[in-house]
C-alpha cells in the first residue's frame, strides 16, 4: 500500500515542511490558538488521551503531498536509471559479439568502465532517497508532535498514547489492520473511551495550521481513483 509507505518514509515528508517550522509557534501556542474545535467533543474524565497514527498520517494533507511527490521524484529518476540499464545491457551484447583481440579489449575496458560508474550511480541515488525519506519522517512527525503537545495542553491531558487501528469501519476487519495491532510496541492501546480519543482533533488542526501548496488537491477531496495514490 504506497500511501502507508510514503508517510511512514510517513511514509512519507521531502523539503517544503521546513517553511512552517518558522512560523508554527504563532499559529500554535500554549494557548490555543490555531487550534480547530474539537467537533462534538465531551471532556474526559481522565487525564489522557490517545491518537490513532495509522488514521492521523492517512489523513494529513500536507504529508500525504509530500509523500506523493517524493515517489513522483523516484519514479521518474527510476525511468532514467533503466534507459542507462538497458543501454549497458546492449552494449555487453554487443562486445560478446565481437572477435578477440585489442579492439574487443578497448571495449571491454570502456564497458567495465561505464558499469561500475553506472553502479555509484545507483548507490548515490538509493542514499539521497532513503535521506530524503528520512527528512520526511522527521518533519511529518514534528508536525504531528507540536499539535499533540498544543491539544494536550489546552486539554489539559497528563498522557497521550498513539496506537495503530482501521481508520474506519470498511478497514476495521482487514488483515492489515490486525497484523498492525498486533505488531509488537513499546505501548499499545486496547480499548479507550471514545471522549479520549482525540484523533480526529489531531487531523483537523494538522490540516489547518500545516497545508500543503496552494493549488494541490488534498487526497481526501479527491474523487475515487483519481490521482497519484502512493
Known amino acids: ?9 510517513v511514509l512519507a ?7 512552517f517550522a518558522g512560523r508554527v509557534s504563532a499559529q500554535i501556542n500554549n494557548t490555543g490558538s490555531g487550534v480547530v474545535p474539537a467537533a462534538g467533543s465531551q471532556a474526559a474524565t481522565l487525564k489522557i488521551g490517545v491518537v490513532n497514527m495509522v488514521k492521523v498520517l492517512k489523513s494529513f494533507d500536507k504529508a500525504n503531498y509530500l509523500g506523493e511527490m517524493l ?5 521518474d529518476e527510476e525511468t532514467k536509471l533503466k534507459a542507462e540499464d538497458q543501454t549497458l545491457k546492449a552494449l555487453e551484447q554487443k562486445l560478446q559479439a565481437m572477435p578477440t583481440g585489442p579492439q574487443r579489449d578497448a571495449a571491454e575496458k570502456d564497458f567495465q568502465d561505464k558499469k561500475f560508474r553506472f553502479s555509484q550511480v545507483m548507490m548515490d541515488y538509493r542514499k539521497k532517497y532513503q535521506e530524503k525519506q528520512g527528512e520526511m519522517a522527521v518533519e511529518v512527525w514534528d508536525n504531528i508532535e507540536r499539535v499533540i503537545d ?37 505501548a499499545n492501546v486496547a480499548w479507550s473511551h471514545p471522549g479520549l480519543d482525540i484523533t480526529d482533533h489531531v487531523i483537523a488542526t494538522l490540516n489547518h495550521n500545516f497545508k ?5 488537491v488534498p487526497p481526501s477531496n479527491r474523487a475515487p481513483g483519481s490521482g497519484t495514490n502512493p
Open 71 to 75: 515517489i513522483k521524484q523516484a519514479q
Open 13 to 19: 515528508a521531502l523539503g517544503g515542511m521546513g517553511v
Open 212 to 216: 500543503p501548496p496552494a493549488g494541490t
Open 150 to 186: 498544543v491539544i494536550a495542553k489546552t486539554r489539559s491531558l497528563e498522557l497521550v498514547l498513539t496506537y495503530p487501528d482501521a481508520i474506519d469501519e470498511k478497514t476495521k476487519k482487514q488483515p492489515a489492520t490486525a497484523f498492525q495491532k498486533l505488531a509488537p510496541s513499546g
Open 1 to 9: 500500500m504506497k500511501k502507508s509507505l510514503v508517510i511512514v518514509a
